[in-house]
């Protein structure tokens, strides 16, 4: 059934107005829930465009099909044509039997032969224009339906989800990276984190088939566990793919080797964006020789949803070549279509310098009115998220030990997904390091000198269940800045109503408001954790209080906050 334009209109106006109308019927004076509802309305938005991408795609493909089946209709009519004629011309022949001499070109009538020189012409002879596509760049494909498929592919078929990271990697002479690659984006992914995102790598050595069965063999073998949730998959792209690169053209003097590998690459990276566009939201492009930092997923994610404008084209988590760049999928086909159209010309790097130019720069501005213009466009994240620790190059003979300088600042904030709440302390904020804003994972706390009695507290919206919990304080830059004397209390809830302490829970001190005092802060470590007692249900708030004076500031640099599955709650 076709989706009428209009409804998706009246869809769209429905769910971008709700989320206003509710603010002004229930008005709060917290910041934390508007910045909650603005980052929820941009994950949605998002959502939405994705969507509309994939719905333009499939009426695009239906229109295309409707073509396909018309033509062959037209070719079946002037077919039927064509045999009449033959037919009639035959019977009005002097020659006994046509089968008894060979049937060349000036046996067919005109028609005929113009029919077969003018087949593979027909599917534009219908229309005004022609729209051009992938085989106007890659013109060897044409007839070979199965090359833009994958050769091999291992997948669960996992989609929807936030971000899909494409990791291509080839046989290289010296050392392979590709295993510790996989480990470290596997174990610095949270549990959360492991459902929200699929890692999908190409294994691009089309020629190699030994060297592609034993690579996924590998890899299904070592990573068995992440391959059966869905969260890793294998592909290979078929030999016909790739065109005769012999006939490539040396450019800037390169040697044809290097011709070849970076034609190449340019060809893998596009085969997993058309391979990833409909699989998420985002896609991020990786190499097969780097490492991550704990909790990547949410900190690119948190990243992109909170970028005030939407015009951003891409979003930079590593200032080395081409890792850690992140797309949105509805921008994919473009950027696509743009690295095929000079595929053989430049590197993929400089190609995407180049696409960044064409969409933002004024010719006639000067140089560094287009460096603010791509700077608009182009956003890094800092510290980077990924580091390189490739020694030799997928090119034979290179060299590189590039490292990134910003990923060595050590983890200043680990970001996790936590339960919706209105967050508030009693301490004096330093800068841009908000409560709000550590508890969403963009930053960590921090705040000006404890005193007794202040407070960081966390109302959940609305009460939930807890599993467990963690709260760490200091950072390497400041280790010293973490809570001392600081207790962690509750405030139990049930039915949606606050408990009083006239029904006490057995084994744990009262506090002040009806809070219970359940675990405090180690001053060695400066880190609390631990799991929430079943006894306790429903949750309202949480909250540290600080129980003594400190002489130094207090950095939260880690909250998690794992609600209980509503399946195991219940």
């Not at 580091?387 to 904030?413: A, E, P, R």
Request: with cysteine.
């Amino acid at each position: 059934m076709r989706i009428q334009p209009q409804n998706i209109i009246c869809t769209l106006v429905t769910i971008v107005l709700t989320p206003f109308l509710w603010m002004i019927v229930f008005p709060g004076n917290d910041l934390t829930e508007v910045d909650l509802l603005e980052k929820h309305l941009a994950e949605l938005r998002d959502r939405l465009h994705y969507a509309e991408s994939l719905n333009r795609e499939r009426e695009h493909d239906m229109l295309s099909l409707r073509n396909q089946i018309k033509l062959m209709l037209d070719v079946r009519k002037q077919n039927n044509m064509t045999l009449m004629f033959m037919r009639n011309a035959y019977e009005k022949s002097n020659a006994s039997s046509i089968s008894d001499r060979s049937m060349d070109d000036d046996t067919l009538p005109k028609m005929a032969r113009d029919l077969l020189a003018n087949m593979s012409l027909l599917s534009s002879s219908h229309v005004d224009m022609s729209i051009p596509n992938m085989f106007h760049y890659l013109p060897h494909l044409i007839g070979k339906p199965d090359s833009i498929m994958p050769a091999v592919k291992y997948s669960q078929g996992r989609a929807g989800v936030s971000i899909v990271i494409g990791i291509p990697t080839i046989k290289r002479v010296q050392e392979s990276y590709l295993t510790k690659t996989l480990q470290s984006l596997i174990d610095s992914l949270s549990e959360d984190e492991r459902l929200d995102v699929l890692l999908v790598v190409l294994v691009a050595e089309a020629d190699d088939e030994d060297y592609v069965k034993a690579t996924v063999n590998d890899i299904i073998f070592k990573f068995s566990d992440a391959m059966n949730a869905g969260l890793l998959e294998v592909i290979a792209p078929s030999r016909d793919f790739y065109p005769n690169m012999n006939e490539l053209k040396d450019r800037f003097g390169d040697t044809m080797e290097r011709v070849k590998w970076r034609t190449k690459q340019n060809l893998d990276y596009t085969f997993l964006m058309m391979y990833a566009r409909s699989r998420g939201t985002y896609y991020v492009q990786l190499e097969d020789d780097v490492i991550s930092k704990p909790g990547y997923v949410t900190i690119m994610k948190n990243f992109a949803l909170n970028q005030k404008l939407n015009d951003w084209l891409l979003l930079e988590f590593s200032h080395l070549g081409f890792i850690g760049k992140l797309f949105k999928s509805t921008d994919l086909p473009f950027i696509v279509e743009f690295f095929l159209m000079f595929h053989k010309d430049k590197p993929v790097d400089w190609l995407l310098d180049h696409l960044l130019y064409v969409k933002v720069c004024n010719p006639e501005k000067d140089n560094k009115h287009c460096q603010r213009s791509v700077a608009d466009v182009r956003r890094r994240y800092k510290p980077s998220l990924f580091q390189h620790i490739g020694t030799y190059s997928s090119l034979k003979g290179k060299v590189q030990k590039l490292k990134d300088k910003d990923f060595g600042k050590g983890v200043m904030h680990r970001p996790h997904l936590n339960p919706n709440a209105e967050v508030s302390t009693s301490l004096r904020v330093y800068d841009q390091y908000s409560l709000d804003r550590a508890y969403m994972g963009e930053v960590f706390f921090w705040g000006v000198l404890p005193q007794y009695g202040d407070t960081v507290t966390i109302k959940f919206i609305p009460p939930v269940v807890v599993e467990k919990y963690l709260f760490r304080s200091g950072n390497p830059e400041h280790p010293g800045d973490r809570f001392y004397n600081t207790t962690v209390e509750v405030l139990l809830s049930q039915s949606g109503k606050v408990l009083d302490n006239s029904n006490p829970v057995t084994g744990y001190p009262q506090a002040d408001n009806g809070f219970y005092i359940i675990n405090r802060f180690d001053g060695d470590s400066g880190l609390v954790e631990g799991v929430m007692p079943a006894s306790f249900g429903l949750i309202d708030t949480m909250r540290l209080f600080v129980q003594s004076p400190s002489q130094s500031w207090v950095i939260l640099s880690e909250i998690f906050i794992k609600e209980k599955s509503k399946s195991s709650a219940t």
